[in-house]
């Protein structure tokens, strides 16, 4: 889907994901891949929370809660290495302190034995 936003010009939404009332979308326009944080507020249009510009590619892109906090979560692409991005949405734009990557290195993630118990 394409789209036109102030200051960033034409580009197409890639994934989107909504969590009560948070809307979180990715984008790109050109080469420049985006997160947008969105609120909805009951009979009004969304507004924007925040907009993060990520250096790679965004493959996925989820919303959650993490210890009931909402949380949003990218799989990033970058420089042949896999990043997850968690963001934690504030209603505070002036908060730069919500947005952790994580570089996933080879190994980091293992899958486990389940235990079984009883027949």
């Not at 994901?17 to 984008?27: K, M, P, T």
């Not at 892109?61 to 968690?86: D, I, K, M, Y």
């Not at 949405?89 to 994580?102: F, G, V």
């Not at 570089?103 to 389940?114: A, D, E, I, T």
Request: proline content about 6%; charged content about 20%.
């Amino acid at each position: 889907m394409r789209y036109e936003l102030p200051n960033e010009g034409e580009g197409v939404f890639l994934h989107a994901d909504v969590l009560d009332d948070l809307i979180v979308v990715s984008s790109h326009v050109d080469t420049q891949f985006c997160v947008h944080l969105f609120r909805v507020v009951q009979d009004a249009a969304p507004t924007c929370l925040k907009s993060y510009k990520i250096e790679g590619e965004i493959t996925c892109l989820s919303a959650c809660r993490q210890n009931g906090n909402a949380c949003v979560t990218a799989g990033v692409w970058f420089e042949g290495t896999p990043w997850l991005h968690l963001y934690y949405p504030s209603d505070n734009p002036n908060a730069d302190t919500d947005l952790y990557n994580l570089k996933l290195l080879p190994g980091m993630l293992r899958s486990h034995p389940v235990l079984r118990i009883g027949l």
